[in-house]
Every structure is written in structure tokens, then in C-alpha cells.
């Protein structure tokens, strides 16, 4: 069954201090990673898809690598408005082809001014 | 830029009641999902829908639950009889299947609240 588990659950930064969260999983096959953002009480935001180890993708303060057994979202002097939750999910290639997405339960970011 | 957006944003029902909530995806999108996310927990897998028939479905996604493309661009999840651990928010994805993986995009989604 893919499994996929975030760290560090909530994490909280001064504006302009960097860090990096990480997602950790398992999966029969990956066909995809993605990285969403969500609002309180909004739907999942597309960021990011990785598909084989070594890949990295950025997009403004953000930059996603992927290795075999994990993925980090490196984000770099955040300001307030990155303060959000990330999700990270796995999409695994199945008999059959399957579609769907197996979430971790996401970091809590907060950017403090 | 193209949006999946979902109807109503708040729905409050009596358990044993029916609801439908409502999905426009992406306008050229082929692959549809619902997922949905009880407060505080992960977001879940519930169907997967193309061609006009469920293509995958999760275990959560039981004979209560029941998914329709009634014309070309809505995409709707029925629950037959509400229970109170329906509660949770319902977020419609779309996908349009030309990538590797299946990029899903979601709506804003429905909150549902059963009494």
C-alpha cells in the first residue's frame, strides 16, 4: 500500500529564514510526486510534479527535488504569504493504471513578518 | 485560467437525507475524482471517473455513494443517506490525462456538515 509521510508537521519561520520540508515515501512504482498548497478551508493548490529521482523543479521561493525514498520542498526567504499547509502525494503505477493521489497529512507553515 | 469550481461551498443536512454536491471541471479535462478531507486528516481518494464510468474507487466509497456526468461539463457525487461522519470537506479534481502522471487539479471545495 503507498504511504506517505511529511515532516515536520508545523514548522514556523521568521521571515526571509530558509528551510526545507520533507516528505517520505513508499510506493510499488512511482509514476508521479506532487506538491500542493492549501488555504485554510480552500482546496489543494498545484504546485510541483516529480517523476524520477534527481529531478527538481522551482517556482518563485520554492524548489522541489525528489530522491528514491523522499522529496524536499526547499522553500527560500519566505515571506508571510507562504504561510499555508504543503501536501505531498504520490501517485503509483498499478494494474490497471490507477489515477489516484495518496496524500500525507501535510506541514503547517507559518512566516512570521 | 481555467478552474474547477464546485457548488454549493456549505451544505448543512439531516442524517439519513440525500445531497448532491456539484462539479464544472476543467472544460477540457477527461479525468474526474472526488476526494474528500474530515477536519484535521489527510485528504482521501474517493472515485475516479472517465469515459462515463468509474474507473477506480476507494473502500470509503461505498454502495451510498454514487457519481454522474449528467450532461458535458457538470460532474456531481451523491450520498444517498447521510451519516454524521459524512462531515468532512468533498473537493472535485480534474485531470486532463495528457501527462505522464496525471496532474489533477481541485476545486475550492463542499463543505458538509450532517446533523
Known amino acids: 500500500e503507498d504511504q506517505v509521510t511529511q515532516s515536520p508537521e508545523a514548522l514556523r519561520l521568521q521571515e526571509g529564514e530558509s528551510s526545507s520540508l520533507n516528505c517520505s515515501y513508499t510506493v510499488s512504482g512511482l509514476r508521479g510526486l506532487f506538491w500542493y498548497r492549501q488555504d485554510p478551508g480552500k482546496g489543494p493548490e498545484f504546485l510541483f510534479t516529480?517523476?524520477?529521482a534527481g529531478e527538481e523543479k522551482e517556482k518563485e521561493r520554492l524548489k522541489a527535488t525528489l530522491t528514491k525514498k523522499e522529496s524536499f520542498l526547499h522553500i527560500t526567504a519566505p515571506k508571510p504569504e507562504d504561510s499555508a499547509t504543503y501536501l505531498c502525494?504520490?501517485?503509483?503505477?498499478?494494474?490497471?493504471?490507477?489515477?489516484?493521489?495518496?496524500f500525507g497529512k501535510g506541514t503547517k507553515l507559518t512566516v512570521n513578518p | 485560467e481555467p478552474e474547477v469550481t464546485q457548488t454549493p461551498s456549505h451544505q448543512v443536512t439531516q442524517m439519513g437525507q440525500e445531497v448532491i454536491l456539484r462539479c464544472v471541471p476543467i472544460s477540457n479535462h477527461l479525468y474526474f475524482y472526488w476526494y474528500r478531507q474530515i477536519l484535521g486528516q489527510k485528504v482521501e481518494f474517493l472515485v475516479s471517473?472517465?469515459?462515463?464510468?468509474?474507473?477506480?474507487k476507494s473502500e470509503i466509497f461505498d454502495d451510498q455513494f454514487s457519481v454522474e456526468r449528467p450532461d458535458g461539463s457538470n460532474f456531481t457525487l451523491k450520498i444517498r443517506s447521510t451519516k454524521l461522519e459524512d462531515s468532512a470537506m468533498y473537493f472535485c479534481a480534474s485531470s486532463d490525462g495528457l501527462a505522464v502522471s496525471y496532474e489533477q487539479y481541485f476545486g475550492p471545495g463542499t463543505r458538509l456538515t450532517v446533523t
Open positions: 516529480l517523476y524520477s
Open positions: 502525494a504520490v501517485q503509483g503505477f498499478t494494474q490497471g493504471g490507477s489515477e489516484k493521489l495518496v
Open positions: 471517473f472517465y469515459n462515463n464510468e468509474i474507473s477506480e
